[in-house]
T-cell receptor
């Protein structure tokens, strides 16, 4: 597996502001994903952020709203821009560690955002 | 397209009794199947997976799951439930090592003392 650290763990944000979530991994990983979990819902993939290429966004998610950086193999950021209450969610960073059987995905503890 | 169905929003079981959390899937091809658990106010933890081989897979905390290709199911089981097993359980599927993971809606497991 891998140790995945996310910051912030929780935050309360004002609508119209932006927040950047950081994800730090204890090993070099090629495949990294950002998920959103809205209250009482399942996980939805926002984007795939592989190092060395632009992030690939899923349907319904756009770069202007969720810009992602992936400067190296152990770090990524997700920004939630111009937040509204509908963006209140858990945002989860996930990775495929080296030598992971079946490319099993492991998750961080999540960043719990509340927009007021 | 791939999809996962978890037909039960909630499963209630008494401590010490066996538990089953149901999952069925739909993929075009051979599935990679996963179970994750989310404890209150925590992220997702990997429990177990089926990639190939033995249909019965064992995972963390005494959980196991059985892959049934004919029924396209991957039910999570445990012979004796603990109160500490109370959590939200997610089944997930993908069609290859490099495809994206699709999650079910989750099943809340409540184990009563």
């Amino acid at each position: 597996s891998a140790v995945i650290s996310q910051k912030p763990s929780r935050d309360i944000c004002q609508r119209g502001t932006s927040l950047t979530i950081q994800c730090q991994v204890d090993s070099q990983v090629t495949m990294m994903f950002w998920y959103r979990q809205q209250p009482g819902q399942s996980l939805t993939l926002i984007a795939t952020a592989n190092q060395g290429s632009e992030a690939t966004y899923e349907s319904g998610f756009v770069i202007d709203k969720f810009p992602i950086s992936r400067p190296n193999l152990t770090f990524s950021t997700l920004t939630v821009s111009n937040m509204s209450p509908e963006d209140s969610s858990i945002y989860l960073c996930s990775v495929v560690p080296p030598l992971s059987s079946g490319n099993t995905i492991y998750f961080g503890e999540g960043s719990w955002l509340t927009v007021v | 397209a791939q999809s996962v169905a978890q037909p039960e929003d909630q499963v209630n079981v008494a401590e010490g009794n066996p538990l089953t959390v149901k999952c069925t899937y739909s993929v075009s091809g051979n599935p990679y199947l996963f179970w994750y658990v989310q404890y209150p106010n925590r992220g997702l933890q990997f429990l177990l997976k089926y990639i190939t081989g033995d249909n019965l897979v064992k995972g963390s905390y005494g959980f196991e799951a059985e892959f049934n290709k004919s029924q396209t199911s991957f039910h999570l089981k445990k012979p004796s439930a603990l109160v500490s097993d109370s959590a939200l359980y997610f089944c997930a599927v993908k069609i290859s090592g490099y495809s994206t993971l699709t999650f079910g809606k989750g099943t809340m497991l409540l184990v009563s003392p």
